[in-house]
C-alpha cells in the first residue's frame, strides 16, 4: 500500500497530499506554444495521435493570458474540489520551444498567486538544451518542479511508425542532463502502438534501470482531425481492448521501482473528439478494475522490480 492509501501504486495525487498536507490540483495551461515537428523545423505533420491542440485538455480557453487561465483554473477547481494547493502544467504542444528570455516570462506569469506550489512544463526531449534546462532548475528551490518528457515507447521502429521526429537516443541524452540539473522527470509512454507484450515490457525495465521520478501511461486513441484517425477509418490499425489494456497496465507497474510516482493510469479520451476506443470514455471504470486486477493477483508496484533508488 501506498501513501496511507489503499493503492497498490504510488498515485501522484497521494504522493502530492502527503508532500503537502493538502490535496493539491494541476491547472493545464495553454501558452501559445508549437512543436517542431509541427511547424516545420524537424519534420512534417507532427506526431500521428496529435490534434490540433497538442493534447491540451481545453479546460480554459487559449485566448486568456495564462496569468488569467491561472486565475480560472483557481476558481473552477477550488469551487468543484474545495482545491486549496495547485501546480501550473504547461501542458499544451512543447512548452519549451521558446527561446529562454521568453520562456522566463511565460513560467514566471504562471506562479503569480502564492497558492501555487508547483511547477510542471511539458515538453520534447529535442526540444531543452544547458539554458533552458539552467532556467527551469531555479525554480526548483521555491517550487516542486518537474518536466515531463513524452517519449512513448523505447522503440525507435516504433518512434519512426507515429512519425516522431526523435529517436531513444535523444530522450536518452535530454533525460541525463536533466538529472544532472536535480529537475524531477516524469516519462509519458503509451500503451497500443502494435509493440509486443514483450516490447512494452521493455520499456518498463528500462525506465526501471533509469529510476524516473514518475510514469505517466495512455493508450493510443484515435481523435478527430489527426492522421491516426484516418488509418483507423482505414482499416489500417485496430487499438487494445479495456481487458488488455488493464492486463498490460499492471504488467507494466509490477517492473517500475515503488518510489516512481504515477501521474495518469488512464484518461478520458477527449470525449468530444474521440472516435476509438469508446471505452476510454469511462475513465474512473478503468481505474477502478485496475485496482481490482493488483488485489486479484495480490500484486503491486514494484513487484518485479530488482531496482531501488
Given at each position: 500500500?501506498?501513501?496511507?492509501?489503499?493503492?497498490?501504486?504510488?498515485?501522484?495525487?497521494?504522493?502530492?497530499?502527503?508532500?503537502?498536507?493538502?490535496?493539491?490540483?494541476?491547472?493545464?495551461?495553454?501558452?501559445?506554444?508549437?512543436?517542431?515537428?509541427?511547424?516545420?523545423?524537424?519534420?512534417?505533420?507532427?506526431?500521428?495521435?496529435?490534434?490540433?491542440?497538442?493534447?491540451?485538455?481545453?479546460?480554459?480557453?487559449?485566448?486568456?493570458?495564462?496569468?488569467?487561465?491561472?486565475?480560472?483554473?483557481?476558481?473552477?477547481?477550488?469551487?468543484?474540489?474545495?482545491?486549496?494547493?495547485?501546480?501550473?502544467?504547461?501542458?499544451?504542444?512543447?512548452?519549451?520551444?521558446?527561446?529562454?528570455?521568453?520562456?522566463?516570462?511565460?513560467?514566471?506569469?504562471?506562479?503569480?498567486?502564492?497558492?501555487?506550489?508547483?511547477?510542471?512544463?511539458?515538453?520534447?526531449?529535442?526540444?531543452?538544451?544547458?539554458?533552458?534546462?539552467?532556467?527551469?532548475?531555479?525554480?526548483?528551490?521555491?517550487?516542486?518542479?518537474?518536466?515531463?518528457?513524452?517519449?512513448?515507447?523505447?522503440?525507435?521502429?516504433?518512434?519512426?511508425?507515429?512519425?516522431?521526429?526523435?529517436?531513444?537516443?535523444?530522450?536518452?541524452?535530454?533525460?541525463?542532463?536533466?538529472?544532472?540539473?536535480?529537475?524531477?522527470?516524469?516519462?509519458?509512454?503509451?500503451?497500443?502502438?502494435?509493440?509486443?507484450?514483450?516490447?512494452?515490457?521493455?520499456?518498463?525495465?528500462?525506465?526501471?534501470?533509469?529510476?524516473?521520478?514518475?510514469?505517466?501511461?495512455?493508450?493510443?486513441?484515435?481523435?478527430?482531425n489527426t492522421k491516426l484517425a484516418d488509418m483507423y477509418r482505414a482499416g489500417e490499425i485496430d487499438f487494445m481492448s479495456e481487458d488488455e489494456y488493464i492486463?498490460?497496465?499492471?504488467?507494466?507497474?509490477?517492473?517500475?521501482?515503488?518510489?516512481?510516482?504515477?501521474?495518469?493510469?488512464?484518461?478520458?479520451?477527449?470525449?468530444?473528439?474521440?472516435?476509438?476506443?469508446?471505452?476510454?470514455?469511462?475513465?474512473?471504470?478503468?481505474?477502478?478494475?485496475?485496482?481490482?486486477?493488483?488485489?486479484?493477483?495480490?500484486?503491486?508496484?514494484?513487484?518485479?522490480?530488482?531496482?531501488?533508488?
Amino acid at each position: 500500500m501506498f501513501n496511507g492509501t489503499e493503492k497498490r501504486y504510488n498515485q501522484f495525487s497521494a504522493h502530492l497530499k502527503n508532500k503537502f498536507g493538502a490535496k493539491v490540483y494541476k491547472i493545464t495551461l495553454d501558452a501559445g506554444f508549437s512543436c517542431p515537428n509541427r511547424d516545420g523545423a524537424i519534420s512534417t505533420g507532427g506526431c500521428i495521435f496529435c490534434d490540433d491542440g497538442g493534447s491540451f485538455s481545453q479546460a480554459h480557453s487559449n485566448l486568456l493570458s495564462v496569468e488569467e487561465q491561472v486565475q480560472e483554473g483557481i476558481k473552477t477547481l477550488s469551487a468543484r474540489f474545495k482545491a486549496e494547493k495547485f501546480m501550473s502544467y504547461f501542458q499544451a504542444f512543447s512548452n519549451t520551444y521558446k527561446p529562454v528570455g521568453e520562456l522566463k516570462k511565460i513560467y514566471d506569469s504562471s506562479l503569480g498567486d502564492e497558492r501555487i506550489v508547483g511547477l510542471s512544463i511539458g515538453t520534447r526531449p529535442d526540444c531543452v538544451d544547458d539554458a533552458k534546462l539552467k532556467l527551469i532548475s531555479e525554480y526548483k528551490d521555491d517550487y516542486y518542479t518537474w518536466i515531463e518528457y513524452g517519449l512513448q515507447s523505447i522503440h525507435d521502429k516504433t518512434l519512426k511508425r507515429i512519425n516522431r521526429g526523435h529517436d531513444f537516443d535523444c530522450f536518452l541524452k535530454a533525460y541525463e542532463k536533466t538529472k544532472e540539473y536535480g529537475i524531477n522527470v516524469c516519462v509519458h509512454v503509451i500503451f497500443g502502438l502494435w509493440e509486443s507484450h514483450d516490447e512494452i515490457m521493455q520499456t518498463a525495465q528500462k525506465l526501471s534501470e533509469l529510476k524516473v521520478d514518475g510514469v505517466k501511461i495512455h493508450q493510443l486513441c484515435a481523435l478527430e482531425n489527426t492522421k491516426l484517425a484516418d488509418m483507423y477509418r482505414a482499416g489500417e490499425i485496430d487499438f487494445m481492448s479495456e481487458d488488455e489494456y488493464i492486463q498490460t497496465v499492471c504488467d507494466f507497474l509490477e517492473y517500475l521501482p515503488p518510489e516512481t510516482t504515477i501521474h495518469r493510469l488512464a484518461g478520458n479520451g477527449f470525449s468530444k473528439t474521440l472516435i476509438e476506443p469508446k471505452w476510454l470514455g469511462k475513465k474512473m471504470d478503468c481505474l477502478n478494475k485496475i485496482d481490482r486486477e493488483f488485489e486479484c493477483r495480490h500484486s503491486f508496484q514494484g513487484r518485479k522490480c530488482s531496482i531501488r533508488t
